[in-house]
């Protein structure tokens, strides 16, 4: 009979996933990127035929082809429009007309969804990204890396030092991408499944403070 062997991050996600279905409790990691890791650069065109965007602002992102405005709306988790006025970037790369690879990308502090209502605190020198998403016909050409690896390298070179982002336990396909572009392990998010924070491990020795929404609002007591 062959053994089943599975990677350490395969099988610590099986574990993670009969805890939640065990317990109700989820964990999300904390990964990290400094800007001293190598393999960053993100060169303008490291994929042939590769363009990327840049949208700081709504007149950019109104710009865009209509098409290709609503295949990045769709995946950017709000209005593109609401996050770029709040202050929040968008990056992208087309190939051949086709929007392949998105993120976005967030500063100081602001509020995410997942696992729950939070909101993220972040240092000054550091960003924070989300929502990276690869159309399903468009993965396994190595998108998504490059275009992490693009964006975080121009937000190094504008004198950012640091990136996070937070991960659920059992995404191993993103797990997977950050870790392949240079990402590591930080904290982790430790909540219920009905909505409660019940810590988060490491965060605070990065510099990050995390609370639920409620708690940050001062209606309920927050967690280190």
């Known amino acids: 009979m062959r053994r089943l062997h599975l990677s350490p991050v395969t099988f610590e996600a099986s574990t993670l996933w009969l805890l939640k279905r065990l317990t109700g409790i989820q964990v999300h990691w904390v990964y990290e990127l400094g800007a001293d890791a190598t393999g960053t650069e993100g060169l303008h065109g490291a994929l042939p035929g590769a363009f990327y965007h840049q ?3 709504v007149p950019g992102f109104d710009g865009l082809p209509e098409d290709q405005a609503r295949a990045i709306a769709g995946h950017t988790g709000r209005s593109p429009r609401r996050l770029l006025r709040e202050g929040g970037r968008i990056y992208a790369m087309e190939v051949d007309g086709r929007i392949v690879s998105q993120l976005n990308v967030q500063f100081g502090a602001f509020d995410v969804s997942t696992p729950m209502p939070l909101r993220f605190s972040l240092p000054a020198d550091a960003f924070f990204v989300s929502f990276l998403y690869t159309p399903e016909a468009e993965r396994g050409h190595g998108y998504a890396q490059a275009l992490l690896r693009h964006a975080c ?61 409620s708690a940050a609002s001062g209606d309920a007591e927050s967690r280190p």
């Open 55 to 57: 949208f700081h602002d």
């Open 153 to 213: 390298g121009a937000l190094f070179r504008e004198g950012y030092g640091r990136a996070y982002c937070h991960i659920r336990s059992t995404n191993i396909a993103s797990r997977r991408a950050f870790q392949s572009a240079g990402w590591g392990a930080a904290g982790l998010i430790v909540s219920t499944l009905s909505g409660r924070l019940l810590g988060t491990p490491g965060a605070g020795t990065k510099g990050l403070r995390i609370v639920s929404v």
